[in-house]
Every structure is written in C-alpha cells, then in structure tokens.
C-alpha cells in the first residue's frame, strides 16, 4: 500500500497526517441539507432510550437524523460490550436474517429516520446512500478492531477524544487552522460507557484520563466537557501517527 505523503505545517513545524485511518468522526448535530426519502418516518427518542432490542424482529432500517445511538451486545452474565457509537448519518438494522444481531440505545436525546426495509429495496438512491454509509462504518469498524487488539489504554482513551473533534484526525486532516490548535468536546458519554466501548474497565478509563489530565492533553471544563489545548498533541498519543 502507498504511504499517504505527511504535509508539514509551518506554524507547528511538526505535523504529519496518520498513514492509515478511516478518518470516522462521531456527530450528534443534526445535518439540515443531508438529503432523506419523504417517506421516512421520523421518530423522537429522549437519552437512553432502548430503540430495538438484540433478538427483536426487525423489518426497518434506521437512520440517525440527530444525537447519539449506541449499538451494543450482551453476555449471558450481563457483560456488556459497545459495538458501535453512531453519530448523524450512521445506519443501523441491516439484519440478514430479519433479526436483530445488536441492542440499539440512543446516548443522547435523538431522532431517528425509519425505512421500511422494503422501501430501501425499491428506492436505488436511498439504497445507494445508505450502502454508502455503511462502507464507512465498515471501515471505521477496522479501526476499532485494531484499536481492540493492539492499542494501550492511553492510547484508546486518546483515540476515542479525537473522533469527537470536528474535521481533524485522519488522512484527510488539514492540520491546525490559523495558528489555533484548540478545542472542546462534550463526551456525551459516561466513564463505564467508555469503558464498554473501548475494552477496558472503569478504573483504567479514569486512570487513563487523569494521566492526559496531568500532562496538559486535555483540561476539564466540566465532568463531560473537556478542552483540548493542542489537538495535534493529543492525535499523536493515538498510536495511529
């Protein structure tokens, strides 16, 4: 595979884009302009909110408009694993066999855009759009497998802030803009629903933040705010650089 050519930034003097990453970003603003079938039904959730349960039957394909879903799974002795966290744009209920393989739970307050799976057979655009889609989550599902397998706790922790920063990480990323490399994010979502999504247990997603705490990465606004002081110092504890 080519290596992606690393962009030197004049003002840092350091910045380099990762070699490979799906570039996946987590938005929960909602996309006025973002085209959608007249026919679509669109349902109101407020936060966690169960929207279809692992097992249910299923004959739609939904449609994030606006906030958070959490896809999940569980084991017999009610471990739960975080499959996936889905912004504005991301699909889920695909089933193969009518079934729902996953649990999926709004993380914020959301509204979500409900096709009949036959509809989407019918209709080639939306049918487009939406396996559009899910090529990108597919391949943003590479890279938490990886993340999974071989990335550190820090590193995870450090990964999962900068999915949240808007336009940058990524081989498309364009560095810092203006001289400015600072940023808020709202995480939107608790220690032990970090810890579900990224493999990892409470205590060491804590132990995790406050480590990036210490050195300057990142700065509490509030428990689920944090300020980012330079975004490329904290894309480059990613392990993906």
Known sequence: MDAIISRQDAETG??????????????FEA???????????VASYPPRSLIVDEGDETTNVYEVVEGGVLLFKLLPDGRRQIIEVLGVGDVFGLAPNGVSDVGAETLTKARVAIYEKRRVDEDTALRDRIFSRLRAQLCALHDHALLLGRKSAQERVATFIMRLVPGRGGHACSGPLGGCDETHVDLAMTRQEIADYLG?????VSRAFSALRRAGTIAYDRQDRVAIPSVCQLCRLTGSH
């Open 14 to 27: 350091g910045f380099s884009n990762t070699k490979f990453d799906a570039g996946w970003q987590i938005s």
């Open 200 to 204: 990892l247990t409470i205590e060491t």
């Open 31 to 41: 996309d006025l302009k973002a085209p959608r079938a007249a026919e679509a039904r």
